[in-house]
């Protein structure tokens, strides 16, 4: 039985304030949650709930606080953490908001998250553990950046991140090695261009480019130098986040100071995934392009894994109507765009139930939480993103992947490219 619930601010990577939740049962056992924030949101996602105003930016969270305090913390004592469904369903009602704006859905998923940990913790058990039960599940392929760009890197290149896939790795912890002598070869060409200016939100390095395709093609390098075949044993993954750059249509290339129309970006993609050793895109057209994104599909989704983000913001029935049009074949799982554990769960059935890939990701303000890969793993979602090969809270996760490996008893295995959608190439 749950006998306490508490909130308190905490401080993010970008240096913002966010909210982590604690609730405790009667055993005295805790489960702890916290708020991850975006930057390059989905318009239709759970909106954060920030005080405004001109202190600390207006990112401060006391009105979250003070909703945890005396609105959330008198609906969930007394009821009993393991009801998952149950507390995420009056969490929903209370908030009476379509997209969670009264409450919020960082108060929201800071609960929901903090709700999920107290039942693991009364069972005695690890996350992943708790969430597999008798499943056997296997730790997930891991993304990672090496390049940070757009809303990442002030829109230094259009595209916001140039990540890779280990494809070649046997084993979590050997895909992360074999990224790592990537990451590293990637800062040596950037160093030896000119002055490495450093590194974007999930750090990657810095976009000091011309243009995205220069940005392709010292990755190709890259993966070279560091000894690997490109598209065989390390693969290109990138996040477009057309989003960001586009509306109604239009897209607006910044560094080459020109607009696309949808098909004219889409061709432009069609011809990176012919060149390139590309084996994901994500949000290759904008959110409202439904047109675009289904055309793409159609033209690549055979070969390449096409991702929805900012499109289907992590929810279930867009999830279900993206499968009906044949719009996308994977689905970026991010819970705090749905807002509650239940929702997030029930985003993933759709995506299993429609035939489409899925990757668990954590957003660009991060903190040193690793639930992310507990949940990755414990619900076998076969794919994990949370940015790139350096900075602790990118690394505290990946590291947390490594102690799941090594753990008594582990996971069963390891995904590897078997997790990618589109054929493996
Ligand atoms: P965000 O970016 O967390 O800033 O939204 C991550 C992504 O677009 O995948
Ligand atoms: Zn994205």
Redesign the pocket.
């Known amino acids: 039985t749950i006998t306490r619930v508490t909130g308190r601010r905490i401080w993010d990577s970008r240096g913002r304030p966010t909210i982590e939740v604690e609730v405790e049962s009667a055993d005295g056992t805790v489960g702890r949650g916290i708020a991850p924030a975006g930057a390059?949101r989905g318009t239709r996602e759970a909106v954060e709930r920030r005080d405004g105003g001109k202190r600390l930016g207006g990112y401060d969270v006391s009105g979250a606080l003070q909703a945890v305090e005396h609105e959330i913390a008198p609906l969930l004592v007394g009821r009993e953490a393991a009801d998952q469904a149950g507390i995420d369903a009056a969490l929903i009602a209370l908030d009476g908001t379509p997209q969670k704006s009264r409450l919020g859905g960082n108060t929201l998923i800071a609960t929901s998250l903090a709700t999920l940990h107290a039942a693991a913790a009364q069972a005695r058990l690890p996350l992943w553990r708790h969430l597999a039960g008798a499943q056997p599940v296997r730790l997930p392929l891991p993304q990672i950046q090496i390049f940070g760009g757009g809303a990442h890197a002030g829109r230094r290149v259009d595209v916001?991140?140039f990540m890779v896939i280990a494809t070649g790795a046997g084993s979590f912890s050997e895909a992360l090695e074999m990224t790592a002598e990537v990451y590293r070869c990637a800062g040596e060409r950037m160093a030896r261009r000119g002055p490495l200016a450093g590194v974007a939100d999930e750090g990657g390095w810095w976009p000091s480019f011309e243009d995205n395709e220069e940005a392709l093609d010292v990755l190709v390098a890259a993966i070279e130098d560091a000894g690997f075949a490109p598209g065989e044993q390390v693969a290109i993954a990138l996040?477009i986040?057309a989003s960001e750059f586009g509306q109604a249509g239009r897209y607006r290339l910044a560094l080459e100071d020109r607009e696309l129309d949808s098909d004219a970006l889409c061709e432009r993609l069609v011809r990176w995934v012919e060149r390139y050793p590309i084996v994901s895109i994500?949000?290759p057209l904008a959110e409202d392009d439904e047109a675009g994104l289904q055309a793409f599909t159609r033209a690549v989704g055979h070969r390449v894994q096409v991702?929805g983000?900012?499109y289907l913001v992590t929810n279930a029935s867009r999830v279900q109507q993206a499968a009906a049009v044949g719009a996308c074949n994977c689905v970026?799982i991010k819970p705090n765009q749905a807002g509650t554990v239940t929702e997030t769960i029930a985003a993933l059935k759709a995506a299993q139930a429609a035939g489409y890939a899925a990757i668990v990701?954590a957003r660009s303000g991060e903190t040193e939480d690793v639930a992310i890969v507990h949940l990755a793993t414990g619900w076998n979602a076969g794919q994990l993103?949370v940015g790139s090969f350096a900075r602790s809270e990118r690394m505290a996760k990946w590291n947390e992947g490594i102690r799941l490996e090594g753990a008594r008893p582990a996971p069963a295995g390891f995904w590897g490219r078997q997790a990618l959608q589109g054929g493996d190439r």
């Open positions: 390059s916001q991140d996040d986040a994500e949000d991702v983000d900012d970026l990701s993103k």
